[in-house]
């Protein structure tokens, strides 16, 4: 995957997650000492843990599965799915965050197109 590929599918991930961006980066809103400031933080979906895994979790509230594993021979697998099998996706690789990250850009572009199918905004 390219840097450019990496930056649009990270904004399209945290237009998802209804984070402001502005510049390739997250725009925090922090109001400290009563005092409205704002820091940017780059998007990090792609390389972090902790920010993956908050979209994994927003995915789940969302109602669907998600499901990553290694199989015992194979490289790691990760699943997305719900009950009515709207949408199932799963991606294998080599690196695990690899796997995570790319099914969930795979979950959000199916779940931007059925919302907008079914006429409901997306950010």
């Not at 399209?12 to 922090?30: D, P, Q, S, T, Y």
């Not at 994994?56 to 799915?81: A, H, M, Q, T, W």
């Not at 850009?105 to 905004?121: A, E």
Request: with cysteine; glycine share 4%; charged share 20%.
């Amino acid at each position: 995957m390219t840097p450019e590929q990496i930056l649009k599918n990270n904004k399209m991930i945290a237009i998802f997650m209804c984070e402001e961006v502005k510049n390739g980066m997250i725009v925090n809103a922090n109001n400290l000492f009563g005092a409205n400031t704002h820091t940017l933080q780059p998007m990090q979906y792609d390389s972090d843990w902790s920010y993956l895994m908050s979209v994994v979790d927003s995915i789940e509230n969302k109602g669907f599965e998600v499901i990553i594993r290694r199989p015992i021979s194979g490289y790691p697998l990760c699943e997305i799915l719900n009950k009515s099998l709207d949408f199932w996706c799963s991606t294998s690789k080599k690196s695990k965050i690899d796997v995570v990250y790319e099914t969930c850009v795979k979950f959000i572009k199916w779940y931007n197109n059925d919302q907008k199918t079914k006429g409901n905004i997306i950010n």
